[in-house]
């Protein structure tokens, strides 16, 4: 097998594959759209183009459900429907999962290590981020390390207001950063960091922002 790129790295590509996307679309649309009005998975496209550019590349699937990620994580492969009935995980899908590279002897022996949930136009605390950082937690937390090959889990975000908004980039992220807080100190063996942030201001247009909230088990 080889070495699966470290989390700095796969953050690193998370953060450029959004930043790059944003730049993409702003020149597609001649500066007259913000990327939150970008279609469905352009952010997903763009971040799978970065991660796929390192050396020892992971395996990238897009839109992978939650069984076949459980599957290819947990100690036993047929243990996932009992493990999703005792967590209330019902089938969803994760916008990218990173899995070990390696020569398959079958269908079956994929090696799931990161998931990943990425959304656009994140401006304030809504239940369905929370369900998605809840849904990330219950896939993730355990009581010994080797109960699964999962290392962690991102959701990353795109956050984009104009100059005329009360509220701004930095208190919106803050916001919605405590409000996930919450759901993962819920959980035992989990902790979580915000990476990226950093506020861009285009002068008389708005801010923009580009986020990685990562959750991981405290024992890793």
């Not at 279609?39 to 971040?47: A, D, E, G, N």
């Not at 050396?55 to 999703?84: G, K, Q």
């Not at 405590?178 to 993962?184: A, G, H, M, P």
Request: hydrophobic fraction near 35%.
């Amino acid at each position: 097998m080889n070495n699966f790129p470290s989390q700095e790295k796969v953050i690193k590509c998370v953060i450029d594959g959004i930043t790059t996307a944003k730049n993409n679309f702003t020149f597609w649309t001649a500066d007259e759209l913000y990327l939150s009005y970008a279609p469905p998975r352009f952010l997903t496209i763009h971040v799978s183009q970065e991660i796929a550019k390192l050396n020892n590349a992971p395996e990238i699937f897009i839109d992978a459900t939650i069984a076949d990620i459980l599957r290819c994580s947990l100690p036993s492969r047929d243990t996932f429907r009992e493990f999703m009935k005792q967590r209330y995980l019902t089938q969803d899908v994760l916008c990218l999962t990173l899995d070990e590279r390696f020569e398959h002897k079958s269908d079956n022996d994929s090696i799931s290590r990161v998931i990943m949930s990425l959304k656009n136009g994140v401006r304030n605390v809504k239940e369905e981020y929370k369900y998605e950082i809840e849904k990330i937690c219950k896939m993730l937390y355990r009581n010994k390390l080797e109960d699964s090959t999962l290392d962690y889990g991102i959701f990353a975000f795109y956050l984009d207001i104009s100059s005329s908004a009360r509220k701004k980039s930095e208190q919106r992220i803050k916001e919605i950063t405590e409000s996930f807080d919450k759901i993962v100190n819920s959980f035992e063996n989990l902790e979580s960091k915000l990476e990226g942030g950093k506020i861009n201001i285009i002068p008389n247009i708005g801010e923009w922002a580009v986020c990685c909230y990562i959750i991981e088990p405290k024992f890793k």
